[in-house]
């Protein structure tokens, strides 16, 4: 079974996520340079064979909303055939954060760029999991 990406899109950055080979966990991946992205998902789609990539997107429009679809048409053009799915990624920054404080990672290394994303992005991985 190919893993499934899930993606955080923003502006600057986004956080990437993936499944275990199972597609049962979800796991932090990294976080790129949203304007290298295209040439970050050619490389892990090539090696890893993934077939559906899951994108946060609010349930609500906001300001965001826009670069989202953007990246998803981008993405739907490149692989026609691969599975997007769209996940409510309402308050997964706030709860990523949480979670690093409650796993004790110190103030300092919560304030580096991409760490919010990364994991923000496996929240919805596991939001998108939970309904399948």
Do not use: C
């Not at 893993?3 to 993936?18: F, P, Q, S």
């Not at 691969?82 to 990672?105: C, H, N, P, R, Y």
């Amino acid at each position: 079974m190919a893993k499934v990406l899930a993606l955080d899109i923003g502006g600057r950055r986004t956080g990437m996520a993936e499944t275990d080979p199972l597609g049962m966990m979800a796991f932090p991946l990294k976080t790129v340079d949203t304007g290298s992205l295209m040439a970050v998902l050619e490389e892990y789609v090539a090696a890893e064979g993934t077939q559906t990539i899951v994108i946060g997107k609010p349930a609500i429009a906001t300001d965001s909303t826009e670069i989202i679809d953007l990246w998803a048409a981008k993405i739907h053009k490149r692989w026609p055939l691969m599975e997007i799915v769209f996940v409510d990624e309402d308050f997964t920054s706030k709860e990523a954060s949480q979670m690093l404080i409650m796993g004790g990672m110190k103030k300092s290394k919560r304030k580096e760029k991409g760490t919010l994303d990364k994991v923000a992005a496996s929240l919805i991985l596991e939001r998108y999991l939970a309904m399948h």
